[in-house]
Nanobody, 122 residues
Framework: QVQLVESGGGLVQAGGSLRLSCAAS????????MGWFRQAPGKEREFAAT???????YYADSVKGRFTISRDGAKNTVALQMNSLKPEDTAVYYC????????????????WGQGTQVTVSS
């Protein structure tokens, strides 16, 4: 069992930056794939970033070059550094953990955090 708690969301102007953090509980954290998803009002949840067990990151085209996923195994945390934010990045951001492989589809993830709101003003 893994419990995930996100933090770091907030209101930022376009062009600004935010850093999201996800704290995970459980002694088997290192065995899980971690990912970030987001859901804007009236839209389906979409993939943002993930990292495989070799530390290779994968990003949605919409965030590539602006977002960076990182992981700290010693602290059981995964972060999402978001730069050059745009109004279309406004969404609730969710941290997720998967027992399988690094995937972009949410159905492959087994555990989810409660989400943190990111609002980017124009």
């Amino acid at each position: 069992q893994v419990q995930l708690v996100e933090s770091g969301g907030g209101l930022v102007q376009a062009g600004g930056s935010l850093r999201l953090s996800c704290a995970a509980s459980g002694r088997t954290f290192s065995t899980y794939i971690m990912g970030w998803f987001r859901q804007a009002p009236g839209k389906e949840r979409e993939f943002a970033a993930t990292m495989d067990r070799s530390g290779n990151p994968y990003y949605a085209d919409s965030v590539k070059g602006r977002f960076t996923i990182s992981r700290d195994g010693a602290k059981n945390t995964v972060a999402l550094q978001m730069n050059s934010l745009k109004p279309e990045d406004t969404a609730v951001y969710y941290c997720a953990a998967a027992r399988g492989w690094a995937e972009s589809q949410s159905r492959h993830y087994d555990y989810w955090g409660q989400g943190t709101q990111v609002t980017v003003s124009s």
